[in-house]
Nanobody, 125 residues
């Protein structure tokens, strides 16, 4: 079992940046592939980025590639999402997720077993 707690969301103007954090409980964090998803009002939850257990491999949705960076600190049991050049289309609740199998290339909601409660990101134009 792992518990995930996101933080760092807020209101930002278009073109600005935010850094989301996801703190995980438990001693097995380094064995989990981690990912970020987002869900805009009235829309389905969608994949944003994923990272391998060591952090060496990263995978991004086309919509955020070149603007967002996922990283992790296994010593601190934390995964991050640095978001730059934000635009109103990035407005959503952002969730981190953990996959015990360690497969970082998975991008479906059902592939991830553990989820945080989400943090809200609002980008104003």
């Amino acid at each position: 079992q792992v518990q995930l707690v996101e933080s760092g969301g807020g209101l930002v103007q278009a073109g600005g940046s935010l850094r989301l954090s996801c703190a995980a409980s438990g001693r097995t964090f380094s064995t989990y592939a981690m990912a970020w998803f987002r869900q805009a009002p009235g829309k389905e939850r969608e994949f944003v980025a994923a990272i391998s257990t060591s952090g060496a491999y990263k995978y991004y949705a086309d919509s955020v590639k070149g603007r967002f960076t996922i990283s992790r600190d296994n010593a601190e049991n934390t995964v991050y999402l640095q978001m730059n050049s934000l635009n109103p289309a990035d407005t959503a609740d952002y969730y981190c997720a953990a996959d015990p199998s360690g497969n970082y290339y998975l991008r479906r909601v059902l592939d991830y077993d553990y989820w945080g409660q989400g943090t809200q990101v609002t980008v104003s134009s």
